[in-house]
Nanobody, 123 residues
C-alpha cells in the first residue's frame, strides 16, 4: 500500500521561505510522477508543481514565477518543495500526490495523496 508522509508546513511572514517534503513508500515508483497541489480556504485544489521519478523532469503550473522549486531524492523516494518569497496568497493546505498522470496538472490522475500540510503566510 502506498503511503505519503508530508512535513515542513507552518507559519511564516511574508517574504520568508519554507520547505516541504514528501516521503513515499510502499512500492516502486520508477515510472511515476510526484506532485504538489494546494487548496486555499474557499477555493478549489490547484496544481503547483510535479516531478517525474524516471528523469526528474519538473512541471510547473502556468504562471509560476520561479519562487517555488521542486527537487527529488530518488533513492529516498522523497520530493521537496522549496518556497521562497512567500506571500499571503500562498496560504493553503499543500498536498503531496503520486501517480501516473498523462498531464502533470491533472489531479484526478494521481492515485495516492498525503494528508496535507498547512502553510500560513502572514502579512
Amino acid at each position: 500500500q502506498v503511503s505519503l508522509v508530508e512535513s515542513g508546513g507552518g507559519l511564516v511572514q511574508a517574504g520568508g521561505s519554507l520547505s516541504l517534503s514528501c516521503a513515499a513508500s510502499g512500492r516502486t515508483f520508477s515510472n511515476y510522477t510526484m506532485g504538489w497541489f494546494r487548496q486555499a480556504p474557499g477555493k478549489e485544489r490547484e496544481f503547483v508543481v510535479a516531478i517525474s521519478f524516471s528523469d526528474a523532469v519538473s512541471y510547473y503550473a502556468d504562471g509560476q514565477d520561479g519562487r517555488f522549486i521542486i527537487s527529488l531524492n530518488t533513492p529516498k523516494k522523497t520530493q521537496y518543495l522549496r518556497m521562497n518569497r512567500l506571500n499571503p496568497e500562498d496560504t493553503a493546505v499543500y498536498y503531496c500526490a503520486i501517480g501516473d498522470p498523462a498531464y502533470a496538472n491533472d489531479a484526478k490522475a494521481y492515485a495516492n495523496w498525503g494528508q496535507g500540510t498547512q502553510v500560513t503566510v502572514s502579512a
